[in-house]
């Protein structure tokens, strides 16, 4: 049984910076691409960044470009998303997501149907 745990949401004021963890059980880790998502009050959820199984592939959607960082660290089964310069429009619940299937690449998240999801994390940005 996978099992993933975030943490680190939490408010912060605009222009501030958050890590979100994601700790990943009940597989081997590192054979697994992993991704963050979010969902706003009425909106869909969608994909923040995804980064492959290796580690040597990342997507970030244009929104957050050049501001959050995914990383993975396989010795301690957990991957994290590096917030900084947030803004009040990335309010959100924040997901982890694993994929299914072993050996994916950061474009994994197209098939999110299949996978497994963290119970959330809530992020608040306050103007």
């Known amino acids: 049984q996978v099992q993933l745990q975030e943490s680190g949401g939490g408010l912060v004021q605009a222009g501030g910076s958050l890590r979100l963890s994601c700790a990943a059980s009940?597989?081997?880790?590192?054979?697994?691409?992993m991704g963050w998502f979010r969902q706003a009050p009425g909106k869909e959820r969608e994909i923040v960044a995804a980064?492959?199984?290796?580690?040597?592939?990342?997507y970030y959607a244009d929104s957050v470009k050049g501001r959050f960082t995914i990383s993975r660290d396989n010795a301690k089964n957990t991957v994290y998303l590096q917030m900084s310069n947030l803004k009040p429009e990335d309010t959100a619940v924040y997901y982890c997501?694993?994929?299914?299937?072993?050996?994916?690449?950061?474009?994994?998240?197209?098939?999110?149907?299949?996978?497994?999801w963290g119970q959330g994390t809530q992020v608040t940005v306050s103007s």
């Open positions: 997501h694993a994929d299914s299937r072993p050996y994916g690449s950061s474009t994994y998240y197209t098939r999110r149907s299949d996978g497994y």
């Open positions: 009940g597989r081997t880790f590192s054979n697994y691409a």
């Open positions: 980064i492959g199984w290796s580690g040597s592939t990342t």
